[in-house]
């Protein structure tokens, strides 16, 4: 996806803040982006499709760099949604949580599967092209199941409770809604496009009541906070109901 950077969004801000050092400019674009992006919930991702190992019941979110998942719209697993509970719910639900290959130590892992062939002083085709079939100690997953519960500890990492076990292929699909990081230069330019007159209302909003600067003007400021609370529940309207429009219809109500 094409980024659009928040520096060159500075000429839309500038000639409101005369003097403002453009850092001081990027740093307060990108907060009104990432505010935008929390509010609204515009900015939608969804992550590749991927499986879950045997015995893992905690996973990084596979998102674009320099962001970070805000909210999680749905999680699908084997086309069946997934309970999305908060870290209390599932603490509750399961108390014993889980643990990684099930407590087991990862050198246990391996421990079944035949060793490779290096060194082998034997050859033939089939040793030679053929890999060793990894074998699961059943110890890994002793304690797993068939995950019925997504939960996260932090924004980066997400949980599966039980524990995945072995006994079927479980794939995942998850529908984000994805925010810029603290220390990010740019986002996803469709996204920013449609966001603009936001980020640029709540970049003013703050810039205008910095204290002691030339473009201080707190009533200008009011101006545009009111701007950004109206554009933003435009964009989240706009956001739920995407390009779709739905039909009206009448109906008559009987007399008393």
């Given at each position: 996806?094409?980024?659009?950077t928040?520096?060159s969004?500075i000429?839309n801000?500038?000639?409101?803040?005369?003097?403002?050092?453009?850092p001081?400019?990027v740093?307060h674009?990108?907060?009104?982006?990432?505010?935008?992006?929390e509010?609204t919930?515009?900015?939608?991702?969804?992550?590749?499709l991927f499986?879950?190992?045997?015995?893992?019941?905690?996973?990084?979110?596979?998102?674009p760099?320099?962001?970070?998942?805000?909210a999680?719209?749905e999680a699908i697993?084997n086309?069946?949604?997934?309970?999305?509970?908060t870290?209390?719910?599932?603490?509750?639900?399961?108390p014993e949580?889980a643990?990684l290959?099930?407590?087991?130590?990862?050198?246990?892992l391996?421990?079944?599967?035949?060793p490779?062939t290096?060194?082998?002083y034997?050859y033939?085709?089939?040793l030679?092209?053929g890999?060793?079939?990894?074998?699961l100690?059943e110890s890994?997953?002793?304690?797993?199941?068939?995950p019925?519960v997504?939960?996260?500890?932090?924004?980066e990492?997400f949980i599966?409770l039980?524990l995945p076990?072995?006994?079927?292929?479980y794939?995942m699909?998850?529908?984000?809604?994805?925010k810029?990081?603290?220390?990010?230069t740019?986002?996803?330019?469709?996204?920013?496009?449609e966001?603009?007159?936001a980020?640029?209302h709540?970049?003013?909003?703050?810039?205008?009541?910095?204290?002691?600067?030339?473009w201080?003007d707190?009533d200008l400021?009011?101006?545009?906070?009111?701007?950004?609370?109206y554009?933003l529940?435009?964009?989240r309207?706009?956001?739920?109901?995407?390009?779709?429009?739905?039909?009206?219809?009448?109906?008559m109500?009987?007399?008393a």
């Amino acid at each position: 996806m094409a980024t659009r950077t928040f520096e060159s969004f500075i000429p839309n801000i500038s000639p409101s803040v005369p003097g403002c050092p453009q850092p001081l400019l990027v740093q307060h674009i990108r907060d009104a982006a990432i505010r935008a992006c929390e509010r609204t919930l515009f900015w939608r991702y969804q992550i590749p499709l991927f499986n879950l190992l045997p015995g893992v019941h905690e996973y990084l979110y596979n998102v674009p760099s320099d962001t970070q998942v805000h909210a999680v719209f749905e999680a699908i697993m084997n086309d069946n949604p997934l309970h999305r509970l908060t870290l209390e719910q599932a603490l509750e639900r399961y108390p014993e949580w889980a643990d990684l290959y099930s407590g087991q130590d990862p050198s246990v892992l391996w421990s079944l599967t035949p060793p490779g062939t290096l060194n082998s002083y034997q050859y033939n085709t089939t040793l030679f092209n053929g890999g060793s079939s990894f074998v699961l100690p059943e110890s890994v997953v002793a304690n797993g199941g068939q995950p019925r519960v997504f939960t996260q500890l932090s924004p980066e990492k997400f949980i599966l409770l039980p524990l995945p076990d072995d006994d079927d292929t479980y794939q995942m699909r998850i529908f984000t809604a994805l925010k810029p990081t603290r220390t990010a230069t740019g986002m996803d330019e469709v996204v920013f496009n449609e966001l603009e007159d936001a980020i640029m209302h709540g970049a003013l909003q703050h810039l205008l009541v910095l204290p002691e600067k030339n473009w201080t003007d707190r009533d200008l400021a009011s101006y545009h906070a009111k701007q950004f609370v109206y554009h933003l529940a435009d964009r989240r309207a706009r956001a739920n109901l995407g390009n779709m429009r739905g039909s009206m219809s009448v109906r008559m109500q009987p007399f008393a």
